[in-house]
Nanobody
Framework: VQVVYSGGGLVQTGGSLRLACTVS????????VGWFRQAPGKAREGVSCISWSVHATYYTNSVKGRFTVSRDNAKNTVYLQMNNVKPEDTAMYYC??????????????????WGQGTQVTVSS
């Protein structure tokens, strides 16, 4: 399984950024995909997740109303649209695919397939 990112980088406070995560090597439409982030010195936290079945979406409280997760199964890709970003959004962002038929979760250990991550830095 391979996970490839695009997007990420440096953005000013209040700006927007879109992350994309393309997963190959599995039946993509059968897998929930989560976005996680980890800032220096902090634990990895769940940011958002999109389910495989009805494309239900979930967000941690700190990003609700600002971030939007979506998926395009034809392209094996999940997107995280980040609007009105804040300095506290600065972190390494990861997407991860869960097990076949599994549900969304906030726990990293529930996700089997991870990429290397992409850095997002929000300047104040």
């Amino acid at each position: 399984v391979q996970v490839v990112y695009s997007g990420g980088g440096l953005v000013q406070t209040g700006g927007s950024l879109r992350l994309a995560c393309t997963v190959s090597g599995l039946t993509f439409e059968n897998h929930a995909v989560g976005w996680f982030r980890q800032a220096p010195g902090k634990a990895r936290e769940g940011v958002s997740c999109i389910s495989w079945s009805v494309h239900a979406t979930y967000y941690t409280n700190s990003v609700k109303g600002r971030f939007t997760v979506s998926r395009d199964n034809a392209k094996n890709t999940v997107y995280l649209q980040m609007n009105n970003v804040k300095p506290e959004d600065t972190a390494m962002y990861y997407c991860a695919a869960g097990p076949d038929g599994g549900e969304c979760s906030w726990y990293p250990d529930d996700f089997a397939y991870w990429g290397q991550g992409t850095q997002v830095t929000v300047s104040s």
